[in-house]
């Protein structure tokens, strides 16, 4: 990977960005989410002279760059020169020149002031010549000291599993599943760590692996990408999906739960058909008391380990588990060929409802329903 310093001043820059040939949004990034208080104290380290720190960019095709880090920074500074937001002359310390320029915006600075506002340098550096798994691992060190979410670190990584991730991710959100339906948005990159998860667990065959945030960062690192039975596989699984909860009058998931029903779907063939109510169907049990006990332990099994404890293998299991045994016992859907139902058969005959955890425990054989194929 080759690093080559560039130092244009801030109105090169900007232009740059509003042509499009610095994308300050490319699809590894998460959203712009500096609050103005912040913006405006770039700004007054900008005014005053002061060193800001480097912006990486990464080459791509034409020519054009990929904020790599440097994304916030970039968008204050495009935003005050839009006159989204004006000089706050009070920030400390006092400086009686910064002071003068308080509640200006960009178009009402002085004429000499904006322009030396305009040749400040900035400091970058383009990256080139690198290896997919390059580019993630220096956005990582960049960014160690904040809280990146497990999302926004590795989508960070170039190459071509991350792409395929990302049009799954499009397709999810394209089908209508946002915070209005779901109950969670993709503003941390949630559902790229959900898609990710789901692709990993479809690969290896198993959800009976630790779902570790360096297990799935691992993979994406990797070059290959997902063959086309695994991308067809989760595909589809996110169109099942999709189709279910548009029949479900309400549904307030979170990323644990989301991950259990894209699973669910995944156990279907492409040509077995599961019932596209049950989603609404399981989703209503909780507000209904279902008479059956067995049936309640499963549902407050399902929402317990969604919330605590979610990626625990276990959980993972469990939560599977609990759907199938619904999706048997009390919905009477069909089973796909790949679901044992023995292993449901003998778990509600060992089990009562106080004991529901107790019976999976001790006669679920959790490695061979773990399998997905």
Same mark, same amino acid.
């Given at each position: 990977?080759k690093?080559?310093?560039?130092?244009?001043d801030?109105?090169t820059?900007v232009g740059?960005i509003d042509?499009?040939?610095i994308d300050?949004?490319?699809e590894?990034q998460r959203q712009?989410i500096w609050?103005?208080?912040?913006?405006?104290?770039?700004?007054d380290?900008?005014?005053?002279g002061?060193?800001?720190?480097p912006?990486?960019l990464?080459?791509?095709?034409?020519?054009r760059m990929?904020?790599?880090?440097?994304?916030?920074?970039?968008?204050?500074?495009r935003?005050?020169i839009?006159?989204?937001?004006?000089?706050?002359?009070?920030i400390?310390?006092?400086?009686?020149?910064?002071?003068?320029?308080?509640?200006?915006?960009?178009?009402?600075?002085?004429?000499?002031q904006r322009r030396?506002?305009?040749?400040?340098?900035?400091?970058?550096?383009k990256i080139t010549?690198?290896?997919?798994?390059e580019?993630?691992?220096?956005?990582y060190?960049l960014?160690?000291?904040?809280?990146l979410?497990?999302?926004e670190?590795?989508?960070a990584f170039?190459?071509?599993?991350?792409?395929?991730?990302?049009v799954l991710?499009?397709?999810f959100e394209?089908?209508?599943?946002?915070?209005?339906?779901?109950g969670f948005s993709n503003?941390?990159l949630?559902y790229?760590?959900?898609?990710?998860?789901?692709?990993v667990?479809i690969?290896a065959?198993?959800?009976?692996?630790?779902?570790t945030e360096?297990t799935?960062s691992?993979?994406?690192k990797?070059?290959a990408e997902?063959?086309?039975q695994?991308y067809r596989?989760? &595909? /589809?699984?996110?169109e099942?999906f999709?189709?279910?909860r @548009?029949r $479900?009058d309400?549904m307030?998931?979170?990323?644990? !739960? *989301?991950?259990s029903?894209l699973?669910f779907f995944t156990?279907?063939?492409?040509?077995?058909?599961?019932?596209?109510?049950?989603m609404?169907?399981?989703? &209503? /049990?909780?507000?209904r008391?279902?008479?059956h006990?067995? @049936?309640s $332990?499963?549902?407050?099994?399902f929402?317990d380990? !969604? *919330?605590?404890?979610?990626?625990?293998?276990s959980s993972?299991?469990?939560r599977?588990?609990v759907?199938?045994?619904?999706?048997?016992?009390e919905?009477?859907g069909?089973p796909?060929?790949?679901?044992?139902?023995?292993e449901?058969?003998?778990?509600?005959n060992e089990?009562e409802a106080?004991?529901l955890?107790?019976?999976?425990?001790?006669h679920?054989n959790?490695q061979?329903?773990s399998?997905?194929?």
């Amino acid at each position: 990977m080759k690093l080559s310093p560039w130092e244009p001043d801030l109105k090169t820059v900007v232009g740059r960005i509003d042509d499009g040939d610095i994308d300050l949004q490319p699809e590894f990034q998460r959203q712009e989410i500096w609050p103005v208080a912040k913006k405006k104290r770039l700004i007054d380290t900008i005014i005053r002279g002061w060193s800001i720190p480097p912006v990486f960019l990464v080459v791509v095709a034409d020519g054009r760059m990929d904020v790599l880090d440097g994304q916030q920074r970039l968008a204050a500074i495009r935003d005050f020169i839009r006159n989204d937001f004006a000089v706050d002359g009070s920030i400390t310390p006092p400086d009686d020149s910064v002071s003068a320029l308080d509640g200006m915006f960009y178009n009402m600075l002085p004429a000499g002031q904006r322009r030396i506002l305009d040749q400040y340098t900035l400091r970058c550096f383009k990256i080139t010549d690198y290896r997919p798994d390059e580019p993630s691992e220096l956005f990582y060190r960049l960014n160690q000291p904040t809280m990146l979410t497990a999302g926004e670190q590795r989508n960070a990584f170039f190459g071509p599993a991350r792409e395929q991730l990302k049009v799954l991710v499009k397709k999810f959100e394209e089908l209508g599943n946002n915070k209005s339906t779901i109950g969670f948005s993709n503003a941390r990159l949630a559902y790229d760590d959900i898609v990710a998860r789901l692709l990993v667990f479809i690969e290896a065959n198993t959800i009976g692996i630790k779902g570790t945030e360096s297990t799935i960062s691992q993979r994406f690192k990797e070059r290959a990408e997902f063959d086309h039975q695994v991308y067809r596989a989760a &595909d /589809l699984a996110v169109e099942r999906f999709s189709t279910a909860r @548009t029949r $479900a009058d309400s549904m307030r998931l979170n990323k644990a !739960s *989301s991950l259990s029903w894209l699973l669910f779907f995944t156990r279907f063939d492409a040509d077995e058909n599961p019932n596209p109510l049950f989603m609404d169907f399981f989703s &209503d /049990l909780r507000s209904r008391s279902p008479e059956h006990p067995l @049936t309640s $332990a499963a549902v407050e099994l399902f929402h317990d380990r !969604s *919330s605590l404890r979610v990626t625990d293998v276990s959980s993972v299991v469990y939560r599977d588990f609990v759907l199938w045994l619904v999706y048997l016992a009390e919905f009477g859907g069909e089973p796909p060929r790949r679901v044992l139902t023995d292993e449901v058969i003998e778990v509600v005959n060992e089990a009562e409802a106080a004991n529901l955890p107790e019976a999976l425990a001790t006669h679920l054989n959790s490695q061979r329903w773990s399998r997905l194929k």
